[in-house]
Structures are given as C-alpha cells and as structure tokens.
C-alpha cells in the first residue's frame, strides 16, 4: 500500500475552444494514398471544425484526381448544406459513398470543395510526413516536458511504478499524461498484449501491456512509443498509465480518476 496520504484534487486540464462549424484555411500541403495512388494533393485546404475537438480537411475539387471519381448520382443534406455523393475507385479497390463535393453549402467558403472520409484512403500526408488518426489541430498545443515531479502509478493499492524524472505530456483537451524510465516500472507486473493505437500527434504506439492483480485482468493500461513523432521525441521508449484506470499520485497528492478514456 501506498504512504502518501489521501488527497484528492481536480483533474483539471484546459479544454478545447473552437466552436463548431468553424472554418480556417490550411496553409499545408495535404496529400493521400489509395490502393498505390495518389488521390489528392492540394494546398489549398481548409480546415472545417465538424465538432469542437478537432477538425476535418476540406479539399478543393479540382486538387482531386477525377479519373478516380464515381458519381453516386445521390445528393444528400447535411448540417453544412447540400452535398453530391461519389465513390472512390483506384483499381479494383472501391469505396462507395466517401467523397461528397458541397454544392449548396450553408457557409461561404465551401463551394465546390470537397470532404474525404478520412479512412477511404489508405494514408495521409501533411507535407512529407504521415498523419494518424485524423487531421492535426492547429488550435491544439502538444507539449512534452521532463520533470522531477514525484509520480507514484499504483492500482488497487499495488505500487506499478514510481519515478523522479518523468516526462510530461500536455495536449490541449487531454489530461496530463505522465511517461515514466522503463527502469522505474515494475516490468514483471505487465503482460504484453497485441494491441495498437495512433494519435495524430504522436504516432503509432510500439506497446501495449495489460496487468493482472489477483483474479482480475486491467487490459490495456499501459503503452509506449518507442518511435513517437519529432513533436514528442522526449517520450521515446517510456511507459505511460492511464490515469482513467490506475491512481496516479503526484507530489503527494493522489489525482482523481478523469471521468472519460481520452486519446493519448
């Protein structure tokens, strides 16, 4: 059992601001493969916040190759205005019902532009480099800071790991996330399973461990980025908790338990 006495404070964290239906240019150039092709490649994008966290591409027809447009002969309402569905055929490899160019839309800025399902294709780009998940906020901030914060990872009173130089990850609208040295967890309590997750910010996690206390089986609490996004380097090869699903202490003072299972 744990020493540090029971205090209990706010897992508080800053929340994500941009409304909904908000709409900024994308000064980067946005590119996507399917079936071996490249589909579309513009640098005129726009980004259209769809719902507040975080914000869906919107292409400009022309940047779409129209040799791998199927006119679905179907025109849909959306919250957006009037929408002309297509599918995506490259190949042998179709995809019904995943593009669909605005033609009476509700906000300026969006004739004839184009919105992609973002799982029709196979993989995205921002500039030269992939992109997971879904587009990248510009709105959201992604920090990654070492510490010597005391954080003690235990769960139902079993001590998981403890460490005085842990890596701190701020990302807007996401509670703080606390890496630890692989030297500073207690390795023979995880139990490796085969699962994989992406964030847009980080990359493709390389580790995923469930832990077993007694007769009962915490899955997936714990992973690793052993090859994360320049944006989170520091992060490389440290394990992170859950900090929905394990108690984590910091400086002495116990965090309550974040009510919803965010993204990393």
Not at 46 to 72: A, G, N, S
Not at 81 to 108: F, K, T
């Amino acid at each position: 059992m744990s020493d540090v006495p029971a205090i209990t404070v706010p897992a508080e964290f800053p929340q994500v601001l941009v409304p909904v239906d908000h709409i900024e240019p994308a000064p980067r150039r946005i590119r996507a493969i399917m079936n071996g092709e490249w589909v579309l490649d513009t640098v005129h994008a726009k980004y259209v916040w769809e719902w507040q966290h975080y914000p869906q591409y919107y292409i400009p027809l022309e940047d779409i190759r129209q040799e791998f447009l199927v006119d679905e002969h179907d025109v849909e309402e959306f919250k957006l205005g009037s929408a002309r569905q297509y599918g995506l055929r490259v190949g042998d490899n179709y995809r019904a019902g995943v593009v669909r160019l605005h033609i009476a839309p509700s906000r300026e800025g969006l004739v004839d532009m184009v919105r992609v399902d973002w799982e029709a294709v196979d993989t995205w780009f921002e500039e030269d480099e992939e992109l997971f998940v879904h587009p990248r906020d510009p709105y959201t901030r992604v920090d990654a800071l070492r510490s010597t914060r005391h954080v003690r990872v235990e769960l139902d009173g079993e001590l998981l790991a403890e460490s005085r130089s842990p890596v701190l990850v701020f990302e807007t609208g996401v509670p703080t996330r606390y890496y630890l040295n692989r030297s500073e967890v207690h390795l023979g309590r995880l139990i490796p399973t085969k699962t994989e997750t992406a964030c847009p910010y980080t990359g493709r996690t390389s580790n995923y461990w469930s832990v077993k206390i007694g007769d009962t089986l915490h899955e997936d609490i714990a992973w690793a980025y052993d090859f994360p996004s320049h944006l989170l380097q520091p992060i490389a090869g440290m394990i992170c908790f859950y900090s929905e699903k394990t108690d984590i202490t910091v400086d002495g003072k116990r965090l309550d338990r974040p009510q919803t299972r965010w993204a990393k």
